[in-house]
């Protein structure tokens, strides 16, 4: 059993979604960058052409495990790592739902161009992977799943094999048209819409209810009441014979749209050229079809003895979905119903508002939203972000503060040098500004053409 289904299972409930990094979102020489976010970013910034060389950005979030302040120093970690697992810790909270999320992102080679004063257009190609999981307070609450037992005549609800979760990754190909409208002399509203070609390279989700444990004597315990719906993609078993193609298992339409809207300066030769900005995006709607080595299954009524499932094992991934059906159900075609589903990507929708009350100085309020949960895709994980900001045409200097869930908030710094940036949203657990329950890192780099004014 431990051979291959342990690491799926891990796979399962090890999981994510995140956020592109809040203390760089928002500055007038974001540009490119913030197409993930707010695709009229590029509408304003004055530089007349971006080359994005490369951004990434590695979110985790996991709220049932966390050091807290003063518990982690910069050279070292303190005396212990605490799991948050108190009756108290898990009943209710600012937050619906506690998880564990981890996002990647990478923007490839890509461009942006303004055309005359109130156009622009971009080609953006990215690499996205996220998972989403949920409902794992009994999992966090035990981890020695292994030591199960039960005397003889006795039953107990798993409570802890109850999962909740979803992965994606995928590649996307897209093009931003912006336009500008002059409301007037001193307001702007500045638009975008992008249309973006996916492909999916790894897809599952998990929805599996807690079993039930029975003893029937001293030597023979019985998991009954198996049931769990879930599908899968499964990897090549050999990725350098099938090439590209073996990781081209899926494919979709995405979309976003934004909007800003602007109220200059007198002086607009500067670089924060306005006072306040006010903006809305709703990012990834769409959804990718996988129809490669993939598997849908559901499992209802399944009865195993805990011998059987201690002996389960395979030898290829893609055994995975018959071996299971014959370990519950005695037959290794019974939980199969179809060979291809459909994952809605991670959408959610943002709302910001900048305002700059001295020059190239901006305090940045930013609220993200997400509006899809597992099993019908991976989740944006909910984010109120306070941004202090300096910024300059080749300088710029953030402190983001962010609360996940809108709860516990974390410090973070962000750096852009030219075109170079680098930043953390929660480096202040470093220094014992707050609690610690993730990490992240993004840095990007880009070339950057004024033109002609």
């Not at 800003?260 to 903006?279: F, H, K, N, Q, S």
């Not at 209802?300 to 014959?326: C, H, K, M, W, Y």
Request: proline letters at 4%; hydrophobic letters at 40%; charged letters at 20%.
């Amino acid at each position: 059993m431990r051979s291959m289904l342990l690491p799926f299972f891990f796979l399962a409930v090890l999981p994510g979604v995140a956020q592109y990094g809040a203390g760089i979102a928002g500055g007038t020489y974001e540009g490119v960058w913030g197409l993930g976010s707010q695709p009229a970013s590029i509408l304003l910034n004055p530089v007349k052409v971006e080359i994005n060389i490369h951004r990434t950005g590695v979110d985790l979030d996991n709220t049932y495990l966390h050091l807290d302040q003063q518990e982690i120093g910069l050279f070292g970690f303190g005396r212990r790592i605490r799991v948050d697992t108190s009756d108290a810790a898990l009943g209710p909270t600012l937050s619906s739902r506690r998880s564990v999320s981890l996002d990647v992102r990478s923007m490839l080679p890509s461009f942006s161009l303004r055309i005359g004063t109130n156009n622009a257009i971009a080609f953006t190609n990215n690499i996205r992977a996220t998972l989403t999981a949920l409902d794992l307070n009994e999992l966090a609450r035990k981890f020695g799943i292994d030591a199960i037992s039960l005397d003889p005549g006795t039953s107990r609800r798993m409570e802890e094999l109850k999962v909740l979760s979803a992965a994606m990754s995928w590649t996307e190909h897209g093009i931003t048209y912006g336009h500008t409208f002059q409301m007037n002399e001193r307001v702007r509203l500045h638009s975008a819409l992008t249309g973006k070609y996916v492909i999916g390279i790894y897809g599952m989700y998990i929805d599996n209810q807690a079993p039930l444990l029975s003893g029937i004597n001293d030597s023979v315990q019985v998991v009954s009441e198996v049931n769990a719906d879930y599908a899968i993609v499964y990897p090549p078993s050999d990725l350098w014979s099938t090439g590209l193609g073996g990781m081209m298992n899926g494919q979709g339409w995405g979309m976003d749209a934004g909007a800003v809207i602007e109220w200059m300066r007198d002086d607009t030769a500067t670089a924060t050229p306005y006072w306040l900005r006010i903006g809305a995006a709703i990012t990834d709607v769409g959804s990718i079809n996988y129809t490669k080595r993939s598997e849908v299954h559901e499992i209802r009524n399944g009865v195993a003895s805990t011998d059987e499932i201690d002996e389960f094992e395979i030898e290829e991934p893609i055994q995975l979905g018959s071996a299971l059906s014959e370990l519950f159900l005695n037959d290794p075609n019974a939980s199969l119903r179809g060979r291809s589903f459909r994952m809605v990507l991670p959408m959610a929708v943002h709302a910001s508002v900048d305002y700059c009350p001295v020059r190239n100085f901006a305090l940045r309020l930013e609220t993200i939203f997400g509006l899809t949960e597992p099993t019908s895709g991976t989740t944006a994980r909910n984010q109120l972000s306070i941004v202090p900001r300096y910024e300059i045409r080749n300088f710029s200097l953030a402190i983001p503060i962010t609360m996940d869930e809108y709860a516990e908030a974390s410090m973070g710094l962000s750096i852009r040098i030219a075109g170079f940036m680098i930043g953390s949203d929660r480096i202040g657990g470093l220094v014992g500004l707050n609690s610690v329950s993730g990490a992240d890192l993004y840095f990007g780099m880009k070339v950057r053409i004024k033109g002609k004014s």
